[in-house]
């Protein structure tokens, strides 16, 4: 399954915005399939693929907010693409289990730099920004 997504997410070349209304889905539809050798593979592939790639994955990490989408997701937040990282936290806000709170605090850069981009994020990133850090102390 995951050579199937990976495929589709690399060939999926229509507008950044039909991706968010229309491919998400479909690769939801693909994410929700996965097995546990499915997450290996996908993790093992992740930091070898184009960046926008990566930031559509990311994406659509939330299907069933599993172990596997928490430690790909923790991991791509190492990137120094100011975008791929938003899209990360905006994502994480799904995982609301202690066990998934406990991970992302356990990683105080995580913390920090989301902190350090607040005073500059546009509005609608600042909201989200917000929103992660208050998700994420409840």
Aim: overall charge negative; glycine content about 2%; charged content about 30%.
């Amino acid at each position: 399954m995951y050579k199937d997504l990976d495929e589709f997410i690399t060939e999926y070349q229509h507008t950044a915005d039909f991706w968010y209304d229309v491919g998400c889905v479909m690769a939801y539809e693909k994410l929700s399939k996965f097995g546990s050798e499915d997450w290996q593979e996908l993790a093992s592939i992740v930091h070898n693929r184009p960046l926008e790639w990566q930031k559509k994955l990311a994406y659509c990490l939330d299907t069933s907010c599993n172990m596997y989408e928490l430690e790909i997701l923790l991991s791509l937040l190492s990137t120094e693409d100011e975008e791929l990282f938003e899209i990360c936290i905006d994502t994480l806000r799904s995982f609301t289990t202690q066990e998934s709170k406990k991970m992302i605090l356990d990683n105080p850069s995580i913390l920090n730099r989301v902190n350090d981009l607040l005073p500059k994020a546009g509005i609608v990133s600042k909201k989200m920004l917000e929103d992660f850090l208050k998700k994420l102390n409840a």
